[in-house]
């Protein structure tokens, strides 16, 4: 038996100071949630020989989630639990191939307790041997769902007691988390990942049972089913099995989010939603679709939603948004001048699109609170302005555009 | 009865000069299959009154798809239909709203014939009122599926043949089209969404079968079924009808494409998969996943695909690519120096990956054909690297760098 390694050695490191964590190449900007040192290795998902000898070893470390919100040590740490912590929920993690699974695909089996391979922590002290890529040397990262289902329910809610006595979590109000950027990167791609497993359940384009495959990174449309028997079935012919794939990828949803500058450069054009806290304004935000380009989707929004025609756009930077898999590509972008700067709310999704001074945006920046939930500081006037915290990019744009973004510097 | 207006009165602007029908801002690059004047009106999608107006009015033209292959006039031209010519596939178009619709819900039915409204190109020459939105001014596009399927088949064969007799075809080597700019997004939205419902005809959360609401951009999870009855007949509780939706929305896969440089700036880093045309060799290229940013994704793909180490990334452009429906995020990205150039397929993903110098790109770009799917030009020697013609995202990125993209001009 592997001796017990003390609980979360490495949360040092994770809680570090940011600008260590953070590589910056260039004018790149790392948001929130970005900037992971985890490599991924995403061809030795489907190794089961490796993600067996990287779970069970004692470098090991497992991000818990459950109902999407994680186990944390405080505010700022997530929790990082060793196989022994976590061998009570999952005693034998990949034991069999994926290859093996699809063949007993068995829908009416209790669903087993999801892991997903997060990926390592490149360094030497350890090395994993993988059935074709050579050694792999570095710690390895999981996450596990312990989201209390079926048959698992008691035996999870007891192991929770257990984590709960050494003084780790479940924080619900995500938002009120202000975890150091590495563990958020970490949060944010175990919880896209977890969240798009549990909402997937089903084939797409047959209906029937799925199978989580790849360590969570693909669902499976098997071919067979053994419906609680011993012979397998075969099923209705699935349309996702011509073609390039009988499996479904996670989704990643490219949502435009920008800061409009008005003709003159002087003023900025911000929107509110009625859920918004009151006087709480950001930048305007939406869904890309299929077959339009980033300027086009940010032209179409930005009119869509405050009337506002816009000219030019650049990308400013991208951040990955775990609720539930947005991928944010943050703009700066200005609108065209005359009339093109009426505000018409012409899909009355916003419960109101201004103008605002560049200096009120500056105001309203010096004064954000450290989190999505936090409330205003003491200083705050009722009536101003309010604007989200930095670990939203929308907070980012407006940043950049207030230091001068704009006005004619390269921006690589 | 509406007179029948001349056929595709309207192709003359869809297929002029390129230069008039893209409205570039600033330094923008606008890709093909981007660069449409549509625009979507994407709140009007559950208005069935104003689409059903729109939609039977002389004006409205549509694009039919059969199998997702369009059908054209020539391999330039679209077919640009009339209300009166597609009148005996879809009779009654929107006549019922998506409530109505969703409450009378029934399996067992035989699927109806989908119509993506596609947005109008705004002008005075045409009025609609809206429900809820004023008057809209503008000519209306849409899509039609007329995928043969079930007792729709013979119905759609023989209108098909009408088309054939007044010249028009399906062409399913949609690579070798040369569209111009705005038929090909036109084509780009179509095929994306009618792809997006032929694969999602189940809900990934329940298994039932869904319903294709809001004029082809959202399916529903409906809460009963009439299944061949009457009486409609409640469903077990679906997980998507807790929280924020019961619906699903269309996928847009953000996807990364990068020309990577060397340190030095003097060579390209380029990379074959084995379905390529011999020699012919193109930019890296890869999903991006949930909680990831572009840079991210960048680096992660291009040491996983062919082990080189990449610093400083910038966004380019980006580029709808309608198969089935990504977005591609163009990159200009540089490898760090030294051993970080060294070139290893760690993912085995590749054939082959390779530095080529600039100049080999050069001369490669300047003999590509016009399409995906054209023969290498007369001039050509065996041996010589072949790269993707203009259409692709690929070939901008390589232009660009050519063109000195990364020699200090500002980029917006």
Redesign the interface.
């Known amino acids: 038996m592997t001796a017990t390694p003390p609980l979360l050695p490495e949360l040092a490191a994770l809680t570090g100071d940011d600008s260590m964590l953070t590589r910056r ?2 004018k ?1 900007v ?2 929130y ?2 900037g ?1 040192r985890l ?5 030795l998902r489907s190794d089961a020989v490796f993600l067996n000898k990287a779970a069970t070893d004692p470098s090991a470390r497992f991000v818990a989630l459950k109902d999407l919100s994680p186990l944390v040590v405080d505010k700022r740490k997530l929790a990082l639990l060793t196989f022994e912590d976590v061998k009570p929920l999952i005693s034998e993690p990949f034991t069999r191939p994926d290859k093996e699974r699809i063949k007993s695909h068995d829908s009416t089996g209790a669903p087993s307790i999801l892991i997903v391979f997060l990926g390592t922590i490149d360094g030497d002290d350890v090395t994993f041997e993988t059935s ?2 050579g050694d792999v040397k570095g710690q390895p990262f999981f996450a596990i769902d312990i989201t209390t289902r079926g048959q698992e329910k008691d035996a999870v809610e007891s192991w929770l007691k257990i984590q709960e006595e050494k003084g780790l979590r479940i924080v619900t109000d995500t938002r009120s988390l202000s975890l150091h950027s590495e563990a958020a ?1 970490m949060f ?6 977890i969240d ?1 497993n ?12 799925n199978l989580s495959v790849e360590a969570g ?1 693909k669902r499976v449309c098997p071919p067979t089913d053994l419906k609680g028997g011993s012979e397998a079935i075969d099923l209705p012919d699935c ?2 099995r011509h073609g390039v794939s009988n499996v ?7 949502t435009m989010i920008a800061a409009i500058v008005s003709a003159d450069g002087q003023r900025m054009l911000l929107g509110r939603q009625t859920r918004f806290p009151p006087n709480w304004y950001s930048a305007l935000a939406g ?10 989707a940010v032209r ?1 929004e930005v ?2 939603e405050a009337g506002v025609r816009v ?5 400013h ?4 948004w ?1 609720y539930p ?1 947005s ?1 944010m ?1 943050g703009a700066i972008a200005q609108a065209l001048p005359g009339d093109a700067e009426n505000i018409n709310l ?4 916003l419960e109101s699109a201004k103008w605002f001074t560049i200096e009120e945006v500056r105001e309203a920046l010096a004064r954000t609170p450290g989190t999505m939930s936090a409330p205003p500081p003491n200083d705050y006037k009722e009536g101003d302005l309010r604007v989200p915290p930095p670990q939203a990019i929308a907070n980012r744009l407006m940043t950049a555009v207030v230091e001068g973004y ?1 006005s ?5």
């Open positions: 190449f260039g790149e790392t948001n949630f970005a992971s490599n991924r290795y995403s061809f074709e890529h990167a944010a791609q175990a919880r896209s990942i798009w549990t909402r997937h359940g089903f084939c797409a384009g047959c209906g029937n049972p990174y349309p996702t479904c990828f996670p989704r990643t949803d490219p869904f890309l679709e299929p077959g339009e380009s980033v300027e086009e179409r009119w869509e000219g030019r756009v650049v990308v930077s991208t951040q990955p775990p898999s991928l590509i012409n899909d009355k999704e704009l004619g510097n390269p921006k690589i």
